[in-house]
């Protein structure tokens, strides 16, 4: 059986399965905390907001109580299963280079598969929820969702020869996980109000089971894999596969002219401190919607993180829109990061379910930096070393991402009790250092363009050589 060079239906499937869960996590936890830290029930309610029913000081207590445990669990679980991912996402996907994509998309999926799997038998066994934290740790040695991710752009990467085609598809990508991640939000709230929490777990094994299946025996690969015997140019044998991981990501930087070099980490530090500050932001929404005024039951958060999916959605529109009108890439980068600066600030100050949905719509453009971004780095390094570029991004993704988590966790912990928004400020004021760093790259594109000449296509080991680039613009 002839196999498919398509990566899009294990992207849905995933994050079908994936985010029909994740809502369930913090919700899940909440519960049992607040069974054990007050010996009653957890008070569900068919009206939009659970505020009202009991506005005593003690029923008060009780919720700013379960938000402090129920963040703290939060840090626990991010700690502890952050450095076995970040680790085992750097190796594989810099080993895909030379051993093939699909171990860095079937490796994710084994440990999400034990992890859901983990979760529906602490559910339906009502077992200690911190052996959850095992089960995180656990599933993280499979590598986690930036291992999955970065071994699909790499895949995507190996696929699109063209600049605009490589920058639609990621954008994709992005907008797919948006969109089945908003549909399964959704599913979640009528799931979780139906039937507990032992069916959504259920649903998404099967979908995790499916999604394997379809990766190991119909995706094909798009890495042909270096004979066991062969010798390396230098006469030498081949090396241990971790050596070729590390001499990826060395040959990576080591291997470019000093101006390619330079707008490449400076690309880098646009995209993690980017993704530290709205992640990190992001990560607190749940816990604020539960929280007091607010207060959201099941339902609401399932709506609320569906219509977050159109944020996705829309920058897809927007990067294909921007794209096809020959907009500068680092412009479209621009708005999406001035985007998420006008959501976080209303959010800080958000306090009726109203405020909650509206706040949305200046965040429309939110996504639109990180495929641009992916692409334009994935621009300049040549072929055989686009895994090396994606395990450092999914690397530093992963690790910002779980510092960010945690980071925020703790500042929400902190300021819970006097401000609960002021995680959301946090967030808009980090977005300073990528407008820092986007306007140094803008500065050196600008310089590079008005005295050296027209762009060239940046594509394959041209990027890499020196004489050629030291008169060409990186970036447009």
């Known amino acids: 059986m002839k196999g498919l060079f398509l990566v899009e239906p294990v992207v849905a499937l995933y994050a079908f399965s994936s985010f029909l869960i994740y809502p369930l996590v913090q919700q899940y936890v909440y519960r049992r905390l607040w069974e054990q830290l007050t010996n009653s029930t957890y008070p569900v309610s068919d009206n939009t907001s659970r505020c009202g029913e009991n506005n005593s000081s003690s029923h008060s207590s009780y919720h700013e109580e379960v938000q402090k445990q129920a963040s703290l669990f939060s840090l626990y679980s991010e700690l502890f299963s952050t450095i076995p991912s970040l680790v085992v996402t750097l190796l594989l996907v810099a080993y895909s280079d030379r051993g093939g994509r699909k171990i860095t998309i079937i490796m994710p999926l084994i440990g999400t598969l034990i992890y859901t799997l983990s979760f529906l038998t602490v559910s339906y066994f009502e077992l200690n929820i911190y052996l959850l934290i095992g089960s995180s740790l656990l599933s993280s040695l499979f590598g ?9 752009f790499a895949y995507i990467a190996d696929l699109c020869e063209d600049q605009s085609q490589k920058t639609l598809r990621m954008a994709g990508v992005d907008m797919m996980i948006g969109l089945l991640s908003g549909v399964a939000a959704i599913s979640t709230g009528y799931f979780l109000r139906a039937a507990g929490f032992n069916w959504p777990f259920v649903t998404s094994a099967l979908c995790q089971c499916l999604i394997l299946l379809y990766a190991i025996f119909i995706l094909e690969e798009t890495v042909k894999k270096v004979p066991a015997d062969t010798v390396n140019l230098d ?3 081949q090396s241990s596969a971790l050596r070729q991981m590390v001499y990826g990501v060395y040959q990576m930087f080591a291997g470019a002219s000093r ?8 690309l880098i530090l646009i995209f993690i401190s980017f ?23 099941e339902i609401l958060i399932g709506y609320g993180s569906a219509l977050s999916t159109t944020v996705f959605l829309a920058s897809f529109l927007g990067v294909m829109t921007f794209t096809y009108c020959g907009v500068p890439q680092l412009l479209i980068v621009l708005m999406g990061i001035l985007s998420v600066i006008s959501g976080m ?14 706040v949305r719509v200046p965040m429309l453009l939110a996504i639109m930096p990180f495929p641009v971004l992916r692409s334009m780095m994935s621009k300049i390094i040549p072929k055989s070393e686009q895994g090396a570029l994606f395990a450092c991004l999914s690397f530093l993704e992963s690790l910002t991402s779980n510092v960010s988590s945690a980071v925020f966790s703790s500042v929400y912990f902190a300021t819970l009790a006097w401000y609960p928004g002021f995680v959301f400020l946090l967030s808009a004021g980090l977005c300073v250092f990528p407008l820092v760093f986007l306007g140094v790259v803008l500065l050196v594109g600008v310089d590079v363009q008005e005295d050296k000449g027209p762009e060239p296509d940046m594509s394959g080991e041209e990027a890499f050589d020196e004489d050629q680039n030291d008169n060409k613009p990186l970036v447009s």
């Open 144 to 152: 986690g969702l930036g291992t999955f991710l970065g071994g699909c």
């Open 235 to 237: 006469g030498s044998p």
């Open 259 to 266: 101006r390619c070099r330079t707008v490449l980490v400076l």
């Open 275 to 297: 993704s530290f500050a709205y992640v990190g932001g992001m990560s607190l929404l749940t816990l604020y919607e539960l929280n007091e005024p607010l207060c959201w039951t």
């Open 345 to 358: 600030v209303l959010l800080g100050f958000t306090k009726t379910t109203l405020q909650m949905f509206v």
